[in-house]
């Protein structure tokens, strides 16, 4: 007989290793199942690389701009190779971290490629593994299309952009969602001439409207280039460069680069789990769940990005908590899509929480908006960005905040007020009441709420 534990959990990503730590703390046996590295996409080839290589272009670019702030050096350069290094620094560290976590918490780590056998047991390379409940946390792979054959040199996806060696003199990007325009920024500061090309009528796409209108202007300042409403047709690898043809406006186009990010999006990684071999409910790859993120096989649950959109770490780590509560008998409401927040770490920063003007309106709700531009916030000029705006979205009747937008220095790091702000229910004459650390970006909120009443303080009429 195989050992068996209280839950196996496939994935040792953001969606399955908090999730192993709260079953532990819990008091469930825990077996953790991991093909690659622990920490997944995000810790290895998403999230935390990218926000390294991000951290030093902006050190780059804030060195070669500081003539403005009266800072001037006689020479001023960067060794890509040596950025490259601090990222997997950054990423080694953090990884020996996890394994941490998962010893002092007394999780069984196996390692190995693991699919189901039943719908009870787990073959981990040909060794059984017995559960009583099951977590699927095998997160995304990098999307691609046949029109985009990616070499590793010329062709490439995110993950080998995180591996090359050599910046490119120009390189063309195909997609300007938030991987995309993250990668679009780092490329340009480190001095690479960038060409987006976008299938959709605007860059971030998932954004609120005036959030990809703000960001198309910045980065036609920084000197990207974006082209939206493009149907890239096939790409190929020619003459020591990429071509890429599709069209543009009715029209056939081509481009010709050095190289060639193909950055579409993320799909589940399920082939090889025999995940319907047991008869689990799939569609288009995904994992389908419940709103309990439960399968149609009671015991055995799913979360993260192979089971349903949003794509984001930590709406799989909250998904990965709740499940394995759930599983331990507490009462716990099922997660509230709305308030899961989401950042893309250009510069200046975008993020969101909650309900969007656009989306209030195809639900048909009663809204009132405002927005507050940091022309107006005196850090936002320091920090030298102050192209950036905070809006808000409010219920109409209460006045209560629903949804909050930012793009800005540190909205990231904003976005946890914002999240505060709407899932408590706060009201914008409750940001107007609010006394702020002033000088800060984050005194926009209260700026925020005196402009959904009379009208902001530090900007003039009209």
Not at 330 to 347: E, L, S, V
Not at 384 to 398: H, L, P, R, Y
Not at 444 to 456: M, S
Request: aromatic fraction near 6%; include cysteine.
């Amino acid at each position: 007989m195989p050992e068996t534990f209280d839950i196996v959990i496939l994935g040792g990503g953001p969606g399955g290793y908090p999730a192993a730590v709260r079953a532990r703390q819990l008091g469930m046996s825990v077996a953790l199942v991991e093909r690659h590295q622990l920490g997944g996409t995000c810790l290895n080839r998403g999230c935390i690389p990218i926000k390294a290589l991000i951290r030093a272009a902006r050190a780059y670019n804030d060195m070669s701009s500081g003539k403005s702030l009266g800072v001037t050096a006689q020479t001023i350069s960067f060794d890509f190779e040596r950025v490259q290094a601090f990222k997997n620094r950054i990423v080694k560290k953090l990884a020996a971290g996890t394994k941490v976590l998962m010893d002092r918490n007394g999780v069984d780590l196996i390692a190995g490629n693991g699919k189901l056998a039943d719908a009870n047991t787990v073959d981990v390379d040909g060794k059984h593994i017995g559960f009583k409940n099951l977590l699927i946390a095998v997160g995304s792979k990098v999307r691609m299309l046949p029109a985009f054959p990616l070499d590793g040199l010329k062709i490439i996806s995110s993950d080998q952009a995180l591996e090359i060696k050599e910046l490119p003199k120009n390189i063309g990007i195909i997609g300007a969602g938030a991987i995309g325009m993250e990668f679009g920024y780092i490329f340009r500061a480190f001095g690479s001439d960038v060409t987006m090309l976008e299938l959709l009528p605007r860059p971030l796409p998932m954004d609120d409207p005036d959030v990809s209108r703000v960001m198309w202007e910045v980065y036609k300042h920084k000197g990207i280039d974006i082209h939206c409403g493009f149907n890239a047709a096939s790409c190929k690898a020619e003459d020591g460069g990429v071509k890429v043809t599709g069209t543009e406006d009715g029209k056939d186009v081509g481009y010709q680069f050095d190289m060639l990010l193909v950055s579409i999006g993320r799909e589940a990684c399920t082939l090889g789990c025999n995940f319907e071999g047991v008869g689990i409910e799939m569609s288009k790859g995904a994992v389908v769940v419940d709103d309990t993120l439960t399968t149609n096989i009671p015991h055995i649950h799913a979360v993260g990005d192979c089971a349903r959109p949003p794509l984001l770490a930590n709406k799989a780590s909250s998904e990965g908590v709740y499940v394995v509560e759930k599983i331990a008998g507490h009462k716990r409401d099922p997660i509230n899509y709305d308030m899961i927040p989401a950042a893309t770490y250009t510069w200046p920063e975008v993020g969101s929480v909650g309900i969007s003007e656009e989306t209030a309106g195809k639900r048909g709700m009663e809204i009132r908006t405002a927005t507050f531009s940091l022309a107006g916030n005196g850090k936002a000029l320091i920090e030298g960005s102050q192209e950036g705006f905070i809006k808000g979205v409010a219920e109409k009747e209460s006045g209560r905040l629903i949804g909050i937008s930012i793009v800005g220095p540190h909205a990231s790091e904003l976005m946890s007020a914002a999240v505060f702000a709407v899932r408590c229910g706060i009201k914008w004459t409750e940001l107007a009441e609010t006394c702020f650390v002033h000088p800060t970006v984050g005194e926009a909120f209260g700026e925020l709420g005196h402009t959904f009443g009379g009208g902001a303080l530090h900007l003039p009429p009209g």
